[in-house]
């Protein structure tokens, strides 16, 4: 006796609805990198803004978009330094295990209780507190 199944795996090729798939790729959600080398910023272009820059390390190749996820607070820290996690997605596909450079630049919106940021990977963090002339840190 055939099976249910096993009749329909048998038909659907001569009707012709399996012409169109395709794998789909499961989607990336980013990943925190393995580390922050450089941050710059500096007073954005609009009041309440700064623009970031920064150099990290992934610890693969392929790593793309970097960004600043906040960490959400249940009340504003007591120092004003804001705290992110520095993601970017992960490589899709084969990768090389190598410590690869990654760039970024983002705006960020700052509040006015927000006296600075610090961005933290998995193997450090760095902080850059707000003035007016706006800098780097390294590690």
């Not at 700052?110 to 840190?137: E, Y």
Request: proline share 9%; aromatic share 6%; glycine share 8%.
């Amino acid at each position: 006796m055939l099976k249910p199944f096993a009749l329909l795996a048998a038909l659907l090729p001569a009707t012709g609805l399996t012409d169109n798939l395709q794998p789909v790729a499961p989607p990336t959600t980013p990943a925190q990198l393995y580390s922050i080398e450089r941050l710059c910023v500096a007073a954005g272009s609009t009041a309440g803004t700064h623009t970031v820059t920064l150099e990290a390390t992934a610890s693969s190749s392929g790593w793309s978009a970097p960004q600043l996820l906040p960490y959400v607070y249940v009340r504003q820290p007591d120092d004003g330094v804001q705290d992110y996690g520095l993601v970017a997605r992960p490589p899709q596909g084969v990768a090389l295990t190598v410590l690869s450079p990654l760039k970024g630049a983002m705006v960020l919106t700052t509040p006015g209780w927000m006296k600075g940021i610090r961005v933290h990977t998995d193997r450090n963090a760095l902080q850059f507190l707000f003035d007016s002339t706006g800098g780097c840190v390294s590690d």
